[in-house]
Every structure is written in structure tokens, then in C-alpha cells.
């Protein structure tokens, strides 16, 4: 089993910055590609971004490239999302995920955090 826990949500201003953190814990950390999804209010679970095992390849919605960086640390067993230049639609639950085989699907993932809450003000 795998037990993800994300941090680092919270409020922040249009065009400022935050980073989340996901601490992974159960598992070799090493084995999973990790992934960053979001769930605004009244819609469906979105992917943001992925990074591979190694952290050699990464991967990013339209809407966040530029804007957002996913990184990996694996000796801390600990996936990031730096977000940057932040607008009032990246309000949302975010979501880490850890997946054998994750891309960009939700359904590549096997296990889920349980959110944590960025909320962009305008």
C-alpha cells in the first residue's frame, strides 16, 4: 500500500506563487511515476502534470505549461508542483497520484492523496 499526503494549499493572490507538496510513504517511492491533478467546483478530476520515475521526463496540461513545474525529490520520497503566475481558474482541489505506469490519465494511477485546497483570488 501507498499513503500519499499533499500540502502547501492555501490562498494566494492572482500572479503570485505557491508549491505543494506530496510526501509518499508505504512504498519504494522510486517504482511510481507521480502525477499532479485538480478538481474545481462542479467539474471533473483534470491532470495538470506527471513526472517518470527518474524524473527525467515531465509532462503538463496546455493550460499550466509555463506557468507550473513538476519536480521529484527520491530520497525524500516527495513530489512537488511549483505554480507560478497563478489565476483565479487554477482554484481548485489538487490532487498527487502515484501510478506504475502514470501519464496523464486519471485511470493510470493506482493510488490518491486526499487534496489539498489552492484557492486564487482575484
Known amino acids: 500500500q501507498v499513503q500519499l499526503v499533499e500540502s502547501g494549499g492555501g490562498l494566494v493572490q492572482a500572479g503570485g506563487s505557491r508549491r505543494l507538496s506530496c510526501a509518499v510513504s508505504?512504498?519504494?517511492?522510486?517504482?511510481?511515476?507521480m502525477g499532479w491533478f485538480r478538481q474545481a467546483p462542479g467539474q471533473k478530476r483534470e491532470f495538470v502534470a506527471a513526472i517518470s520515475q527518474s524524473g527525467t521526463n515531465t509532462n503538463y496540461a496546455d493550460s499550466v505549461k509555463g506557468r507550473f513545474t513538476i519536480s521529484r525529490d527520491n530520497v525524500k520520497s516527495t513530489v512537488y508542483l511549483q505554480m507560478s503566475s497563478l489565476k483565479s481558474e487554477d482554484t481548485a482541489v489538487y490532487y498527487c497520484?502515484?501510478?506504475?505506469?502514470?501519464?496523464?490519465?486519471?485511470?493510470?494511477?493506482?493510488?490518491w492523496g486526499q487534496g489539498t485546497q489552492v484557492t486564487v483570488s482575484s
Open positions: 497520484a502515484a501510478g506504475i505506469t502514470g501519464w496523464s490519465a486519471f485511470d493510470e494511477y493506482g493510488f
Open positions: 508505504g512504498r519504494t517511492f522510486i517504482r511510481y511515476a
